[in-house]
């Protein structure tokens, strides 16, 4: 279980991809080197929980951005394509913000020794 969540550290690579071909737009997946820490963690029951309730919150916070990006471009005259396009963009960016933040809080707050809301 421990390693679906460390696996995300090898979307770092693509990172590495934009520094061979030099595409700055790239850099921001080294990132995702953090996730590698999961691979050394035993998971338990809260670990696993708050890792749902992190990636439920990306979800949704996906699909708003996503929504709310594409109308705004499309209705400022921008091409269907170009609003679709700069929409999932922004969708996946703060959906993998929201959940590493969110990760990192739940991780925070459990090691804190403070309650679980």
């Not at 309730?53 to 949704?60: E, V």
């Not at 400022?76 to 969708?91: C, D, K, M, P, V």
């Amino acid at each position: 279980m421990r390693y679906r969540y460390g696996l995300l550290g090898f979307l770092s690579l693509i990172g590495v991809v934009g520094l061979i071909i030099e595409e700055p737009a790239f850099y921001p997946f080294f990132a995702f080197v953090l996730f590698f820490e999961y691979f050394f963690i035993k998971p338990d029951e809260m670990f696993l929980e708050n890792m749902r309730k992190a990636a439920s919150w990306a979800f949704y916070v996906s699909l708003l951005v996503t929504t709310a990006g594409t109308c705004c471009l499309a209705l400022f005259g921008q091409t269907a394509e170009h609003a679709l396009r700069q929409g999932i963009g922004w969708g996946f960016a703060c959906s993998l913000i929201v959940f590493s933040c969110t990760a990192t809080y739940f991780e925070w707050k459990d090691s804190t020794g403070a309650s679980n809301d």
